[in-house]
Nanobody
Framework: QLQLVESGGGLVQAGGSLRLSCAASGRTSNIYFMGWFRQAPGKEQDLIAS????????YYADSVKGRFTISKDNAKNMLYLQMNSLKPEDTAVYYC???????????WGQGTQVTVSS
């Protein structure tokens, strides 16, 4: 199994920056990809960025492209999300997730709240 723990959320003014971190433990060598999801109140959970454990292939949702950067440190089993130029509409609970087979995300963190004030 795999355990994921997020940190780094908080309250920030519009235009500010935050960096989220996700620490993975357990069967980390079986990870195929990792991603960041977010869910705002009353909305669906959306994938906003993902990266493969091997290689540098990344994905970004249009809503965050050019403002957010996903990165990883395989040696430390860490995943990061650098969020710049934050907007009030970025307010959500952010989740770290991972999958072993590349088809679905099977493991989830507990989530961290990000609130962007206008």
């Amino acid at each position: 199994q795999l355990q994921l723990v997020e940190s780094g959320g908080g309250l920030v003014q519009a235009g500010g920056s935050l960096r989220l971190s996700c620490a993975a433990s357990g069967r980390t060598s079986n990870i195929y990809f990792m991603g960041w999801f977010r869910q705002a109140p009353g909305k669906e959970q959306d994938l906003i960025a993902s990266v493969r454990r091997i290689g540098s292939s990344t994905y970004y949702a249009d809503s965050v492209k050019g403002r957010f950067t996903i990165s990883k440190d395989n040696a430390k089993n860490m995943l990061y999300l650098q969020m710049n130029s934050l907007k009030p509409e970025d307010t959500a609970v952010y989740y770290c997730a991972a999958g072993f087979d590349g088809r679905q995300y099977d493991f989830w963190g507990q989530g961290t709240q990000v609130t962007v004030s206008s």
